[in-house]
């Protein structure tokens, strides 16, 4: 018999070993079908589970870590240990998503997934894991059916459309075993890069902590008084930076000082050290257009929270105004070089970037602009916005709800460590070095992450060609 495959299906049918055979998933099955909607559930385990897509981890196991519950008189359909339950619709990535249910109880299952009871010759774990290939490869990507907002494949189609490969049980369970075994020591390596990966972000929390605690460095009060020399303290600084605004004053009325920041409840700072406001220190704390301007083909380029990263702005994906809109704009909120953007909305709500491109743009009102007094070293000013200090006062004015966000008024009276000029700059070096480290290490485990999803691929697809057994 011939089989369409359709596109992307990885493995080789036309040269399989002996006692080995190939035909649609449906002549090996009992039974498929899908489960049941329901709109009303609950996550306080009342009725009985009702597995979804979400049950079903990237790596082919039953997740019981969130599950909804639905009231037992909904539906009759239970999953039994042995059945195997296919992911039928979500998006076209993860359609497809196929695990064993390993665990006695009773359990429903959504519309969104299908129930797959084999036929005695197959076993459960062999055809999941064939599967799993299957998915890991994107073939059912590539081969449902795709709707608005979610893509699908029906039991007929998993029935009579996609190819399945037999093997003799006893090399189903050969198989099954060494993967299982292989699979095993691999889970472990991943799980072992993963704690990696989050050592080096309390790591790199730890630093920024110490930065602006004044513990990574030495202090500028310390070496002044190691070297014999006199030096200008953070709160001289302050001052300074104060003077400086209120003589260059040119607006309407009397100059309104400056509010200094509350300090109740703050931590001690190092000798030299000043508590500020954000304000006094900030020629400039304003943010984008907010009602949406009439954008063009071709013109100046006009950035919102999207295009904020924590390296730096991108005009990848920018959308553009005309060049009479952005000079009005740009009267009000005119990031330039080594600015520091914040992100006000969104789902990156609190990402902070430098500018770091001379190109003139826009920005929309989902990010909040900050231009430092020229005796503010920009580079430690972000490096304090990201330290857990600043991040956990953002999230405390940026609200609970739905649709949290940061205001000017909010970042205006934050309070910021200020210390000497010359120990801005020392800091800003060291950090930049321990991250240089984080950086380097960070992506050496992503390598070997992604070394490890390609040798879990290229097991499979040696399990299933009988390469590995």
């Keep these: 018999m011939s089989i369409e495959t359709g596109i992307h299906y990885p493995l080789n049918l036309n040269d399989l070993p002996d006692g080995w055979r190939a035909a649609y998933f449906g002549e090996f099955t009992e039974r498929i079908e899908p489960g049941f909607a329901s709109g009303e559930h609950n996550q306080t385990g009342s009725g009985i589970p009702h597995l979804r897509p979400m049950n079903i981890d990237r790596g082919g196991r039953i997740d019981f870590s969130l599950v909804k519950s639905v009231d037992a008189t909904k539906d009759k359909r239970r999953l039994a240990v042995g059945d195997v339950i296919f992911n039928n619709t979500n998006s076209p990535e993860l359609v497809g998503k196929t695990a064993v249910i390993s665990q006695s ?55 009579q459309s996609v190819p399945f490969i037999w093997a003799p049980l006893e090399q189903q369970e050969n198989i ?25 972000k309390r790591y790199k929390a730890s630093v920024l902590k110490a930065a602006v605690e004044g513990r990574l460095v030495e ?16 709160e001289q600084l302050l001052q300074r930076i104060l003077e400086e605004r209120r003589a260059r004053w040119a607006g309407r009325g ?27 220190i900030s020629e400039k704390i304003t943010d984008g257009e907010h009602i949406s301007p009439n954008t063009v083909a071709h013109g100046v380029p006009l950035l919102s929270a999207k295009d904020v990263l924590d390296t730096g702005v991108t005009f990848d994906d920018a959308k553009f105004v005309a060049a009479v809109d952005s000079e009005k704009f740009r009267s009000r909120c005119n ?12 789902a990156t709500i609190g990402r902070a970037c430098l500018v770091n491109s001379d190109q003139e743009f826009c920005l929309m009102g989902s990010v909040i602009l900050m231009k430092p007094h020229a005796g503010v070293n920009s580079a430690y000013l972000l490096q304090a916005l ?19 966000a940061i205001y000017i008024r909010d970042i205006r009276p934050l309070q910021m460590p200020l210390p000497p000029q010359a120990e801005q700059a020392r800091i800003v070096a060291e950090v930049d070095r321990h991250l240089s480290i984080i950086r380097e290490v960070e992506a050496e485990v992503d390598t070997n992450l992604q070394r490890a999803q390609a040798l879990r691929q290229a097991t499979l697809a040696k399990a299933f060609s009988s390469t590995l057994v």
């Design 176 to 200: 099954v075993a060494e993967l299982e075994k292989q699979f095993s020591r691999l889970d472990e390596a991943v799980a072992n890069l993963r704690r990696v990966k989050a050592n080096l």
């Design 335 to 346: 990031p330039d070089r080594g600015d520091v953007l914040i992100v006000s909305r969104g």
């Design 386 to 404: 990201k330290a857990g200090f600043f991040q956990t006062r953002l999230t405390a004015v940026s609200g609970s709800t739905a649709q949290q």
């Design 254 to 280: 009397k100059y309104k000082e400056l509010v200094a920041p509350d300090e109740e409840g703050l931590h001690t700072l190092p000798e030299g050290w000043a508590w500020c406001a954000c304000d006094q």
């Design 219 to 234: 202090t500028e009060a310390s070496l002044a008084r190691r070297e014999g020399r006199t030096y200008e303290t953070g």
């Design 105 to 159: 109880g009773e359990f429903a299952f959504s519309n969104h997934m299908t129930r797959i009871q084999l036929k005695d010759s197959v076993l459960p774990k062999f055809a999941a894991l064939q599967f799993h290939l299957l998915w890991m490869r994107g073939y059912f990507k590539y081969n449902c059916v795709k709707h608005v907002n979610q893509a699908s494949i029906s039991s007929k189609t998993l029935a």
